[in-house]
Every structure is written in structure tokens, then in C-alpha cells.
């Protein structure tokens, strides 16, 4: 099994390209399933979720060619299973994103329960429910939905704002028979992405990133070419290893208005952040303030952000209080740095964190994909040597991360 081995602390400094994301990736390539012609996509980032989902489409009966970082899907055209078995499911929790378009498609659809990162309960009764609003018959049963019939628009408000829920239901009423409007739908960017391939496809949308979006069902969605958009999560992980490690570093094909929430509290604490049209920079020379944080759904503190930022500020001089109010199971990685020399307690969904601390370098387990992102960023400011095991966490969702680390002047290896 693989780790990372990080030699610290050191600053970094730099400029560093940054790859598609990954969260919009998953849902538009689900989308392809909908398509009876050719979808060429680019920005595709190489990560482990991506190449699961590669392959649970191929399953589904659409070939993938891939050529650097594109890829070109391809219907098949011959009877394929309309089952996304446990097997190719059971590390990623997006697998569910192909319930929507396989109904909407072929009447028909069973779907394995998802797994992925153990953050917290994520039921997916929300898509469900709205499933079952447009028509569709809906069962459980031995670790699997089952869902058939006849998609017809309504009208449907999520209970709560979810950004899964919200594209499978883009995804599905894109073929149903008449209008449908959603109300109360997540704003995500990576929302506003899916649909703008939906559109590219032929389908009729308005209000993607706002909590109502009206559907015009179409009978057939087409070939389209489509870039993805930048990963703001990982845009925002290098950023805040920025402000972390006192360095300087620029991301380019960066989109600030993603980033908006964690600007502003780099700008808070005391860091430089300078936005250009293409690219954001993050520079430190001094102290850092704490700030406290509260995760939200966008346009809120992303709580895929929320591990980076609390390592960061177990380096300001005070204390912080972070919140996390998404997933209930997100503190995870709290002892992991507490071994490490954090000063942080813990009390229900809150974080009390004592800064500034000197973080040793040491072993430390990865317990899912944002926190493999944290340890190693502390690895990054820690003196010594730092290991991080179970790396497979990371490779869900970071891109090379070793490689740009290097880029950046960190000492950093991936070995076995």
C-alpha cells in the first residue's frame, strides 16, 4: 500500500496549473448515459473516482477513449444492463448519479447503494422522493434501488438543499415528458457545469445556481463538446497551503467566484490574495489571525474545505472556533492531528482550536479524502518526517498532488 512521505516543514512557492473538477466531472459524465451520439469532453481530471466511473459507464454500454486530458464517450448501440453493480460502486458515493439518466433513458434502472468516504450518513432518500414525484416506482431491496416507468414533469422542493439530488433530478427530468421545476435545489457551481452540458445536449434549462430551475423534457439529447470546469477544492487546498506554510503561491485557471468564502478569510487572517482574470495568488510573510468558520452549502464555507482550514489555523496565534454543520462525521481527522502537536478540542459539531502549535512530524491515517488533503498539508509545516497512509483516500480526488507539491519546492514522495 502506498503513502506519502513528507519532509518538513518548508514553504512553498510557486505557480501550478490546476486540473478539471472532479465534482463536476462525476455528474457530466453520468450525463452521457442520456446522449445517443458522441460527447467529447475535456478537462477531465486522472483521478481514482473518475476512472471508476469510466468504468461503471462501460458496463452501461459507452465506450471512453481518453487522450490526455480528454475524454470521448460513445454509445454502443446494442442492449447493455441498466444494473450498476456493487462491485463498481462500492468506493464511490457518485455512483448514484447515473440513477437518474438510466430511467430517464431506458425506463429502467437498479443501482447499488453507494459507498465512498465514511463522513457521515448521506441518505439518498432526497433523490428518491423527487424520483418518485416525477413518476418513477421506487424500491429497495437487498443493497439496491430499483427504480422503473414513465418520467412526466411537476413540480417538486427538495426537503433540503442537496447538490446530488439536485443533478440527478437535472439529469432526469432533461427526458421526461413536459416541464418540470425543482424548487430548493443546491447552487453549487459544479450544478451550473451539468447543465450547461445538458444544454450543449439539446435539453431546455433555466435557473441552474439558483434554487429554482424549470426543465423543458426533451424526447432525444444529442452529442455535445464540453469543458470542465476548475477544481475549487483543490484550488482552495494549495491556497490555504500557501498562507500555511508563509509561501507564495499562484494556481492558474483559477475562477475566484468559487473561492469566495475562503478568500475572504485568507484576506481575514492576514494573507495577501491578489485575483486576476485567470489565476489567484496567496502570499504570507507574517502572523496569522484566527478566524472561526462555519461550513454552509454554496455560496457558504465549503465543508470539503473545512480539514485544510482548521490545519491552518492550528498556526495562528489564538484561538478559532470551526463548525461543521454538512456532515456529522467530518472530525475525523482531529486525532491524526492532535498526534501531531494540534492543540484542538472537540465539542458536537464544533472545533475549538489553540494556536499557535508546533507540529512534529509523525505516522498518520488518512480516514477519508479531504483529510488525507489535511495531514498533508500539516506534514507541509511540521518538523521532521511526516507519513501519511492510506493515500487511496487522496487519489479519489487529487490529481497528482506529490507532483505539484514538487512543483511548489515541498519535499515530498510517494512511496510503497
Not at 434502472?109 to 416506482?137: F, K, N, Q
Request: contains cysteine; aromatic residues 2%; negative net charge.
Amino acid at each position: 500500500m502506498q503513502k506519502l512521505r513528507i519532509q518538513g516543514p518548508t514553504r512553498l512557492q510557486g505557480t501550478i496549473p490546476i486540473s478539471g473538477a472532479k465534482n463536476a466531472a462525476l455528474p457530466v459524465l453520468a450525463a452521457c448515459l442520456l446522449a445517443d451520439s458522441e460527447v467529447e469532453l475535456h478537462n477531465v481530471p486522472a483521478v481514482q473516482d473518475i476512472r471508476t466511473m469510466l468504468r461503471l459507464l462501460e458496463h452501461l454500454g459507452v465506450e471512453n477513449e481518453r487522450l490526455g486530458d480528454a475524454v470521448i464517450l460513445r454509445p454502443t448501440g446494442c442492449a447493455n444492463p441498466d444494473e450498476a453493480p456493487y462491485d463498481l460502486v462500492k468506493t464511490m458515493r457518485a455512483s448514484v448519479l447515473v440513477l437518474g439518466p438510466l430511467l430517464a433513458r431506458r425506463g429502467h434502472a437498479r443501482v447499488s447503494l453507494p459507498g465512498g468516504c465514511a463522513i457521515g450518513v448521506r441518505p439518498i432518500d432526497l433523490h428518491l422522493t423527487a424520483l418518485e414525484a416525477l413518476g418513477a416506482e421506487v424500491t429497495i431491496e437487498h443493497g439496491y434501488v430499483e427504480a422503473r416507468g414513465r418520467l412526466r414533469g411537476c413540480r417538486h422542493r427538495f426537503l433540503n438543499p442537496t447538490v446530488g439530488g439536485t443533478e440527478n433530478l437535472l439529469m432526469a427530468a432533461s427526458m421526461a415528458q413536459g416541464t418540470t421545476v425543482l424548487e430548493n435545489c443546491a447552487r453549487e457551481p459544479e450544478i451550473i457545469d451539468l447543465a450547461r452540458l445538458l444544454t450543449a445536449m439539446g435539453a431546455v434549462i433555466e435557473g441552474a445556481g439558483e434554487s429554482t430551475i424549470t426543465i423543458e423534457g426533451q424526447d432525444r439529447l444529442g452529442g455535445a463538446n464540453h469543458t470542465i470546469i476548475p477544481d475549487r477544492i483543490q484550488d482552495g487546498t494549495y491556497l490555504i497551503g500557501a498562507a500555511l506554510t508563509r509561501g507564495d503561491v499562484t494556481v492558474e485557471g483559477a475562477r475566484s467566484a468559487d473561492l469566495a468564502p475562503l478568500l475572504e478569510k485568507l484576506d481575514e487572517i492576514g494573507a495577501q490574495v491578489d485575483v486576476s482574470k485567470d489565476r489567484i495568488r496567496v502570499r504570507n510573510e507574517g502572523p496569522l489571525k484566527p478566524r472561526g468558520m462555519i461550513t454552509e452549502p454554496f455560496p457558504g464555507f465549503p465543508t470539503d474545505l473545512q480539514a485544510q482550514y482548521m490545519t491552518l489555523m492550528t498556526q495562528a496565534e489564538g484561538v478559532s472556533t470551526v463548525s461543521e454543520t454538512v456532515f456529522e462525521n467530518r472530525f475525523q481527522h482531529v486525532p491524526e492531528l492532535v498526534r501531531m502537536g494540534a492543540d484542538i478540542r472537540i465539542d458536537g459539531t464544533y472545533a475549538r482550536i489553540h494556536g499557535p502549535s508546533e507540529l512534529s512530524g509523525t505516522s498518520v491515517m488518512a480516514t477519508d479524502l479531504r483529510a488525507s488533503a489535511c495531514l498533508v498539508l500539516a506534514g507541509l509545516v511540521a518538523r521532521g518526517e511526516t507519513l501519511v497512509h492510506r493515500i487511496y483516500h487522496l487519489d479519489r480526488g487529487y490529481e497528482r498532488m506529490e507532483s505539484k507539491l514538487q512543483m511548489l519546492g515541498a519535499c515530498v514522495e510517494r512511496i510503497n
